[in-house]
Each structure stands twice: as C-alpha cells, then as structure tokens.
C-alpha cells in the first residue's frame, strides 16, 4: 500500500528508459574532429554508450564519464568533456545537427548511467547508487578538494569523489 506510489514511478521509469534505448542505440554522421590548428573530417558513430570515430586512425570514447557542451568556437562547434582525457571539440555541419548528435550523446550517457543495475528493492529501501565504477577511477579513493579518505560524494559528469563536508561547500557556491 505505501509502495503504490514508487511502483508508479518505477513503471514511468522504465518507460523512460525505453524511450532513451530506442532513441540511441546507434547514432552516426560525418563531423569534423577539431584540433588546436587542424580539421579533419572523420565518420563517427555511437553504439553502446561509446563513440567511434573513424578516418585516417580510428579512435574511440567511452561516453559514461563524459559531459556535452556547446563549443566555445562558435554555434556549430560542441565539445565532449571527459574527467579522464582531453576535451574532444567537433564541428557539425550546421546548428541542427549540432543540437542532434548533443541529444544523441546526452542520451547515451543517461542510458549508460541509467544501465548501473538500478535495483527495485534498493529504491524501496533508500539505498544510494553504487558509486563502484567512479571509485576506480585513479585518486578517487581520496576527497577530490580536502584529500580525506574514502569519500562519500560524487560528481559523475567530473569523475570525481569528495567527502560530505566539502559537498556541502560546493552546493552553497
């Protein structure tokens, strides 16, 4: 009886997160991959949370981890943010498909942390999201700010764990 309300929710949830599978499971197009003082055409996919790129070398990105911006450059430009590696800043042939491949990253990257196992019991139960894949990143098991250890807080967009103390001076910034 108390639950009626979370099994509600659930069930939107999962309708949601169908919605997002379907609308990514693959995306892909032509872009140009921009460097310091170079531009170069490169044919790039995403498939499975990943984005591929191909061209003269082949590369690929984990999106999981990754943030999405509108590129600094100008209105075309957009820059995939990794709290692991170098920016990554493209090029769209216009506005439209620049808003397109950003929803298309946006959403495999929900999908991807939508993925992490979201346990039924664990939500009637108020447990917190396993923070397991940001903890292995290297020099999470220390507060990002403060260095204390073991950290309870995470930015999953930054990759980075910090203790509660040093949340709650974030949150108030």
Same mark, same amino acid.
């Given at each position: 009886?108390?639950?009626?309300?979370?099994?509600?929710?659930?069930?939107?949830?999962?309708?949601?997160?169908?919605?997002?599978?379907?609308?990514?499971?693959?995306?892909?197009?032509?872009?140009?991959?921009?460097?310091?003082?170079?531009?170069?055409?490169?044919?790039?996919?995403?498939?499975?949370?990943?984005?591929?790129?191909?061209?003269?070398?082949?590369?690929?990105?984990?999106?999981?981890?990754?943030?999405?911006?509108?590129?600094?450059? $100008? @209105?075309?430009?957009?820059? #995939?943010?990794?709290?692991?590696? *170098?920016? !990554?800043?493209? +090029?769209?042939?216009?506005?439209?498909?620049? $808003? @397109?491949?950003?929803?298309? #990253?946006?959403?495999?990257?929900? *999908?991807? !942390?939508?993925? +992490?196992?979201?346990?039924?019991?664990?939500?009637? @139960?108020?447990?917190?999201?396993?923070?397991?894949?940001?903890?292995?990143?290297?020099?999470?098991?220390?507060?990002?700010?403060?260095?204390?250890?073991?950290?309870?807080?995470?930015?999953?967009?930054?990759?980075?764990?910090?203790?509660?103390?040093?949340?709650?001076?974030?949150?108030?910034?």
């Amino acid at each position: 009886e108390d639950f009626e309300p979370l099994e509600e929710k659930l069930v939107e949830f999962k309708s949601y997160l169908e919605n997002v599978e379907s609308e990514t499971e693959s995306f892909e197009g032509h872009l140009y991959l921009c460097g310091r003082k170079t531009r170069r055409k490169v044919w790039a996919y995403i498939k499975d949370g990943t984005l591929f790129c191909r061209g003269k070398e082949e590369s690929k990105h984990e999106l999981i981890m990754c943030t999405v911006r509108v590129g600094s450059v $100008d @209105k075309i430009h957009f820059e #995939i943010v990794s709290a692991v590696a *170098q920016p !990554l800043c493209f +090029q769209a042939d216009n506005e439209a498909e620049r $808003d @397109k491949w950003i929803r298309a #990253i946006q959403n495999s990257i929900s *999908q991807s !942390l939508n993925a +992490q196992d979201l346990h039924y019991s664990d939500l009637l @139960k108020g447990k917190q999201l396993d923070l397991c894949l940001v903890r292995k990143i290297p020099g999470n098991i220390v507060c990002a700010d403060c260095g204390c250890k073991d950290p309870e807080w995470g930015s999953i967009n930054l990759g980075v764990l910090i203790c509660l103390e040093c949340s709650g001076v974030h949150r108030s910034l």
